[in-house]
T-cell receptor
């Protein structure tokens, strides 16, 4: 199966600063990656679809200027939480589906963001 | 609407017993894919089982099997011989077609296996 690396696993930042989370596909080229957000004891909510070489597609209600997504290569997508506030504190998870093969999506290990 | 519904927020089962988790979904497509994922306390998402809608036979993976009722848009997960390590959040998910093939999750069921 696919291997996905997500970094960092946890981060604490001050209000007003920006935080970048990286998602890497280690063993195949991913034209599409997905970013999810998960609050405690809740489900994974899809935030956006990251498309290599083009703009991300955001789900309804997700602020694209707040959550900047860059997918500059076939193996790396980044999510930047800009001007973070305490309400942005959450668990962020990336996912990839191997192109042309439906075996199940592979997920990164997640990033726990705490904004203080 | 893109919804996947899990009506059981929490379930409990005795070790070695069998438990069934429910899931319903909406769709206007004829062919699609359904998944069950497990999220243990580590929060790493683990694929449990998947089902392709055009296949009538229910998928099975060792102790895990599904009851796929396409007309009813129902996709339940049966765990046989429950083990303590099965304690986790379980999410039902549906892969939506179109340009992005995004995966949408249900609300989740917290399963506790009791010794």
């Amino acid at each position: 199966g696919a291997v996905v690396s997500q970094h960092p696993s946890w981060v604490i930042c001050k209000s007003g600063t920006s935080v970048k989370i990286e998602c890497r596909s280690l063993d195949f080229q991913a034209t599409t990656m997905f970013w999810y957000r998960q609050f405690p004891k809740q489900s994974l909510m899809l935030m956006a679809t990251s498309n290599e070489g083009s703009k991300a597609t955001y789900e309804q209600g997700v602020e694209k200027d707040k959550f900047l997504i860059n997918h500059a290569s076939l193996t790396l997508s980044t999510l930047t939480v800009t001007s973070a506030h305490p309400e942005d504190s959450s668990f962020y998870i990336c996912s990839v589906e191997k192109t042309g093969e439906v075996y199940g999506y592979t997920f990164g290990s997640g990033t726990r963001l705490t904004v203080v | 609407a893109q919804t996947v519904t899990q009506s059981q927020p929490e379930m409990s089962v005795q070790e070695a017993e069998t438990v069934t988790l429910s899931c319903t979904y909406d769709t206007s497509e004829n062919n699609y894919y359904l998944f069950w994922y497990k999220q243990p306390p580590s929060r790493q998402m683990i694929l449990v089982i998947r089902q392709e809608a055009y296949k009538q036979q229910n998928a099975t993976e060792n102790r895990f099997s599904v009851n796929f009722q396409k007309a009813a848009k129902s996709f339940s997960l049966k765990i046989s011989d429950s083990q303590l390590g099965d304690t986790a959040m379980y999410f039902c998910a549906r892969r939506y077609g179109g340009a992005t093939n995004k995966l949408i999750f249900g609300t989740g069921t917290l399963l506790a296996v009791q010794p």
